[in-house]
């Protein structure tokens, strides 16, 4: 899985901002990296090689170097740190493809366009629905969908008419499993995630049992929380 977007950028309509690889993407992976180290590392010593194509693209990389020295804000971090690793790739790409046939070089590459497509041949993405700044919140339900217990949940729910509700098992007054009744009562059709803690087990099997549409555990890891949530919503 790959987050191509992060939280806060600017995304166009249409615009692919979530991946899904397939079942051998681990493995595929290690080997694209260790490819692009041999790439690298062969790069070093044909310097001279297409200086005009290849210069461009170092002058990006060391734009990109000179932001990531500047900032501390994590997201720009990530967002630099991922921008420099794109230009190395193609840099890496714009060497290969113009490399001598039978080459070090190009047999290099070749192997790489050859594990970048299997790798990619399983993938599903995730589009951004509208364009806007990018958020994995669910927008516009943490201040109507957060109540301080599951009664007002239960309350809210209608009013609010969500697409999806996120809710904790444990809530004062009117916890989780009863909250998740009582809402399936009103609309058989809510599609509900429950938020567990670790030992939940048997209060999980119930949510389900009682219509929950999932579950997600505490700590919260945002792959599970993602792929929970596109399970649901579709």
Known sequence: ?????????????????????????????????????????????????????VKLVENQIDEEIEKLNKTTDISKLTEYEKKINQLITKKAKIVGEKS?????????????????????????????????ILSYKVDGLEETLTPENGQKAVEKYPEAKPDLVLMDITMPEMDGIEALKKIKALD????????????????????????AKDFIVKPFQAERVLEAVKKVVG
Request: charged residues 30%; glycine residues 6%.
């Open 100 to 132: 001598p046939s039978g080459s070090y070089l190009k047999q290099l590459n070749n192997q790489r366009v050859k594990l970048e497509k299997e790798l990619n041949e399983g993938t599903e993405t995730i589009k951004a629905p509208k364009s806007g």
């Open 188 to 211: 058989p059709g809510a599609k509900i995630i429950m938020c567990s803690a670790m030992g939940q087990q048997a209060m999980v099997i119930e949510a389900i049992q009682a219509g």
């Open 1 to 53: 899985m790959e987050q191509i977007k992060s939280e806060g950028e600017k995304v166009a309509k249409n615009e692919n901002i979530f991946r899904y690889y397939s079942k051998n993407e681990e493995n595929l992976k290690k080997q694209i990296a260790e490819l692009d180290v041999k790439i690298q590392e062969t790069m070093k010593k044909q310097t001279d090689l297409y200086p005009a194509d």
